[in-house]
Nanobody
């Protein structure tokens, strides 16, 4: 069983930055792909960024050039550095992780960007 706990969300002005963290705990040997999703009110959950266990990354077009995903495998933690935030980035941000053919989700962290 894997538990994912996100942190780092909050209220920030447009143009500001936030760094989200997602720590995995449990009886874990190594986690495969990890991802950040977000869901804005009234919208579907969408992929923001993904990173493989070897560090290969992939970004949504809306995140390219502004967000950076990274991970610390020793800590089983994935990060999302978000710069140049826009009001349209306001959403609940969730991380998920693949582990032994199962997909796990965190509870989410709210990010609010004011104009």
């Amino acid at each position: 069983q894997v538990q994912l706990v996100e942190s780092g969300g909050g209220l920030v002005q447009a143009g500001g930055s936030l760094r989200l963290s997602c720590a995995a705990s449990g009886s874990i040997f190594s986690i495969d792909d990890m991802r950040w999703y977000r869901q804005a009110p009234g919208k579907q959950r969408e992929l923001v960024a993904a990173i493989t266990s070897r560090g290969a990354t992939n970004y949504a077009d809306s995140a390219k050039g502004r967000f950076t995903i990274s991970r610390d495998n020793a800590k089983n933690t994935v990060y999302l550095q978000m710069n140049s935030l826009k009001p349209e980035d306001t959403a609940v941000y969730y991380c998920n992780a693949d582990y032994r053919l199962r997909l796990y989700w965190g509870q989410g962290t709210q990010v609010t960007v004011s104009s």
